[in-house]
């Protein structure tokens, strides 16, 4: 539970950022991203996902740390 708390404060961190330090720039990100076809942000999405488990997976197998 403490590593999954951790992990669960670094996203929201890396998710505030971009909001406290850029929120003009976000504001017309949002209106364009908006205004995208579904099917893009889904496949986004699924890019994403991918990757995430991608790395979460090498973060397991890895000896490096």
Known sequence: MKFFLSVLG?????EG????AFPERIKRWLV???EM???HLRTFGFAAICIGML???L???SNLF
């Open 59 to 61: 973060g397991q197998k």
């Open 17 to 20: 950022l971009p909001y406290f």
């Open 32 to 34: 364009k991203v908006s």
């Open 37 to 39: 076809p579904a099917i």
């Open 10 to 14: 670094m996203v929201m961190i890396l």
């Open 55 to 57: 790395f979460v997976y």
